[in-house]
């Protein structure tokens, strides 16, 4: 999400993800890089720190209720 926030080409990040040498973790890096893509960008910084912050906590959540 940071580099969604700072215009990173969404390509060159797939392309990252792509070269994640276990398959499920290419997966789960994929589906992050197009989740983040999917959300807005914003200008100022604290709107990008508070963007970048809520993916995170969204992703730690879902992480933390599959663990049980």
Request: charged share 25%.
């Amino acid at each position: 999400m940071q580099s969604r926030q700072q215009n990173a080409d969404m390509s060159g990040m797939i392309a990252m993800a792509e070269k994640q040498p276990d398959a499920e973790a290419r997966a789960m890096v994929k589906k992050m890089v197009i989740e983040a893509y999917s959300k807005p960008g914003f200008a100022t910084e604290s709107n990008q720190a508070r963007a970048v912050a809520e993916f995170s906590n969204e992703y730690q959540l879902a992480c933390y209720k599959s663990a049980g």
